[in-house]
């Protein structure tokens, strides 16, 4: 028996690529000539030697096709011939966990440990106010099955679309209001509930963060999802969050999981630290009377469980019925300097970046969770 690299090329073109529906002569992916060495003692097998090119890394069929290239060629030229074959990528591999994000200098987390107090508005309004105040700022709503942001942004039925950086192909993501932002809001219909288990989001959420061109910035807001979940658990395993921030109304029902949220970070763990609390819905201020301040969900109530806590109370943000209505058509508060709201999100954002220029100079840079 004599083997040549056309018998090898011949075997190759009855293998299909599903990802192309193609065979892998057809698909471009043989990336060389095939090698083959005939035996240079007896009892030896002739030797053929393939390099596959696959598009990523993360290429679903990868696996099987090798599988399936293998065996094409052993029953085409001897079920005793040598194979070995080794891939290669169109894109760059992924990054390893702990060099994501290399161009990003602080990532905050924002959180809550209930749902309803506005932790997606202040997220939001947060990035804005730090936009406006000349930071280059990037937002990821982590909240794989209640998105909020795109509607938040006004930008529901925009796209993102694909861009080839440093020989990979990644997300850009939608810019609007000086502020980069992401959302598995894009990707699916707003219509449709995500009936997705645990592990389908968190690779989403991965996704996100290390397949997008983020590029250089210096803050990196997550807009988490409300309590403690596999989201959080992902989002501490993938990324070194710089610090939290914690949104809590004045009522004893919110701040009893405020509680949870701040313990869930500073569990030994985890050691995310706390930059401090956000008191959200502080009070009710009727347009018609600015003066007034009518304390509905309790007074203070999160500025003591800062104390409590001896962590600092970055802000207190009252209602106003303009908060909500500029939510919902796409322009946040943040927008306005000359609002109680708008100045009270810029001024937020100005304790953030004390609080966290703090945190780099008291304390060492937080681990990821699960390495040492």
């Given at each position: ?26 698909s ?79 990532i ?19 990035a ?6 000349g ?15 795109p ?21 850009a ?33 991965k ?69 401090g ?70 001024n ?25």
């Amino acid at each position: 028996m004599t083997l040549y690299p056309k018998m090898i090329m011949d075997a190759l073109a009855t293998v299909t690529y599903a990802g192309t529906k193609k065979n892998l002569v057809e698909s471009s992916m043989v990336a060389d000539t095939p090698s083959v060495s005939a035996p240079q003692h007896e009892g030896e097998s002739w030797k053929v030697k393939v390099v596959l090119e696959f598009p990523r890394d993360t290429d679903p069929f990868l696996k099987s096709t090798v599988k399936a290239a293998e065996a094409a060629i052993k029953y085409h030229c001897g079920k005793d011939v040598d194979v070995e074959i080794t891939t290669a990528f169109k894109s760059k591999p992924r990054p390893e966990v702990g060099q994501l994000l290399p161009g990003v200098k602080n990532i905050i987390a924002v959180s809550s440990g209930k749902g309803g107090v506005g932790k997606s508005t202040v997220a939001a309004n947060l990035a804005i106010a730090l936009a406006r105040l000349g930071y280059r700022v990037g937002l990821l709503d982590t909240d794989i099955f209640g998105p909020s942001m795109p509607k938040m942004f006004g930008v529901e039925e925009v796209r993102p679309y694909a861009v080839h950086v440093d020989g990979r192909d990644l997300i850009a993501p939608i810019e609007k209001y000086g502020v980069k932002l992401l959302s598995i809001g894009f990707f699916v219909n707003p219509q449709t509930a995500t009936l997705w288990r645990g592990g389908m989001a968190s690779n989403a959420l991965k996704q996100l963060i290390a397949d997008a061109d983020w590029g250089e910035l210096d803050y990196f807001i997550l807009d988490t999802p409300p309590g403690t979940s596999d989201i959080h658990l992902t989002l501490l395993q993938t990324l070194a969050i710089t610090g939290a921030v914690i949104v809590s109304t004045p009522q004893q029902v919110a701040l009893a999981d405020a509680r949870k949220g701040v313990d869930m970070y500073r569990n030994d763990k985890v050691n995310v630290p706390i930059l401090g609390l956000i008191e959200n819905m502080a009070w009710f201020t009727p347009a018609e009377l600015p003066e007034n301040k009518y304390y509905i969900f309790g007074k203070e109530g999160c500025k003591r469980l800062a104390e409590e806590l001896k962590v600092p109370l970055l802000a207190q943000i009252p209602i106003v019925q303009s908060i909500c209505e500029s939510g919902d058509e796409g322009a946040p508060a943040a927008l306005s300097s000359d609002t109680m709201t708008g100045i009270a999100f810029i001024n937020l954002a100005q304790a953030v970046v004390t609080v966290t220029n703090r945190r780099n100079k008291e304390l060492a840079a937080t681990k990821i969770v699960g390495t040492k």
